[in-house]
């Protein structure tokens, strides 16, 4: 099973259902943006602190699988250069209309976030939100943020808390959930043949739990160092009336 090629083709139809994350920003937001007048998040709810992110005038910033027409166009009217990378051509489709809507200027690449197609020093920040998730591998993508920023660059990162991925995805009978899976895993883990075929053809995502030592120590083995973090609810999961299902973290290239 090719992961990349099923989740591609599982957020173009996130899209069509209109999920959430897929949903672009209004004019409104964008001229505010141009106002000064802005936030943006890595994480469900928490807006990411401004004295994380470095002057965005003249910043040659890389939305890192953020396509959906969300962080990247507001962090343009905000000032930055912007590359959106995403796996999903309708993602990136979503970043594309509010360009050209909003006379932004927003550049548009599909890839694969573990394996960039740029130069080495490209890029002052990357903004990479909750989305790791969707692929088995966490280390290769922030060797690859670390190969692909400046010195002195930032790595802003969302993602989520293993934990989550050891309960039962939904809340039993009288709404408490159980403790039940050995980690790591995937969606998919555990299942029977069945089961598994019901999420392939109806075309859900794919998502894998990553351990802090990938998430964070990830991190610090790429060479990057941890400069802030912290924690957020995901305000549609019943699952956050007991612990922060994300965490967030700011992090440089010495």
Request: glycine share 8%; aromatic share 8%.
């Amino acid at each position: 099973m090719n992961v990349r090629d099923h989740n591609r083709s599982a957020w173009d139809l996130e899209v069509a259902k209109g999920n959430r994350w897929t949903i672009p920003v209004s004019p409104e937001t964008v001229a505010a943006a141009r106002r000064g007048e802005w936030e943006v998040v890595l994480t469900p709810t928490r807006p990411v602190p401004r004295a994380w992110f470095p002057p965005l005038a003249g910043c040659d910033l890389l939305g890192l699988a953020s396509g959906g027409g969300q962080q990247g166009p507001v962090l343009a009217a905000a000032g930055a250069r912007v590359t959106v990378l995403d796996n999903s051509p309708r993602q990136l489709g979503q970043d594309r209309m509010v360009a050209e809507r909003d006379g932004l200027s927003i550049t548009t690449v599909e890839g694969d976030m573990a394996d960039l197609p740029f130069e080495d020093a490209s890029f002052d920040l990357i903004f990479h939100p909750c989305s790791n998730s969707f692929v088995p591998e966490v280390r290769p993508v922030w060797r690859e943020a670390f190969r692909v920023l400046r010195p002195r660059g930032v790595l802003l990162a969302g993602f989520m808390n293993p934990i989550v991925y050891a309960f039962d995805d939904a809340p039993g009978p009288t709404g408490e959930f159980t403790l039940r899976h050995r980690l790591p895993r995937s969606n998919l883990t555990g299942l029977s043949a069945t089961a598994r075929d019901q999420i392939m053809a109806r075309g859900e995502p794919l998502s894998f739990s990553h351990t802090l030592d990938d998430q964070i120590g990830g991190q610090l083995e790429a060479g990057f160092v941890l400069t802030g973090m912290f924690e957020d609810v995901w305000d549609q999961e019943p699952l956050s009336a007991y612990f922060p299902l994300c965490i967030a973290t700011r992090a440089m290239k010495p």
